[in-house]
């Protein structure tokens, strides 16, 4: 049974840092793309970081130089390393698990919730 996990989320203050991890069970995060993606109150789900597992990374410019991406294979989990953090970075992140290719899938967890106060 495939599982998705995402923890680290919590309430910091602006400037801070919070690393939220991803921990799959049930995959192999190295044959998948792995995206970190957040939801605001109120907002659409958006993009924010992703890597291949070639360990090509992107990012929305919005946290570009603030948060970084990361992958462990051999403990089957991910990353997502935020610095920085500002109050429009207040969000429930969501970590995917996807592959387009066979053994195609497309997981998620249940998110975890990152609150930034000023």
């Known amino acids: 049974q495939v599982q998705v996990v995402e923890s680290g989320g919590g309430l910091v203050q602006a400037g801070g840092s919070l690393r939220l991890s991803c921990a799959a069970s049930?995959?192999?995060?190295?044959?998948?793309?792995i995206a970190w993606y957040r939801q605001a109150p109120g907002k659409q789900r958006e993009l924010v970081a992703s890597v291949t597992g070639s360990g090509a990374t992107d990012y929305v410019d919005s946290v570009k130089g603030r948060f970084t991406i990361s992958r462990d294979d051999a403990k089957n989990t991910a990353y997502l390393q935020m610095n920085s953090l500002k109050p429009e970075d207040t969000a429930v992140y969501y970590c995917?698990?996807?592959?387009?290719?066979?053994?195609?899938?497309?997981?998620w967890g249940q998110g975890t919730q990152v609150t930034v106060s000023s």
């Open positions: 049930g995959i192999t995060v190295s044959i998948a793309t």
């Open positions: 995917n698990l996807v592959r387009r290719t066979w053994p195609v899938f497309d997981n």
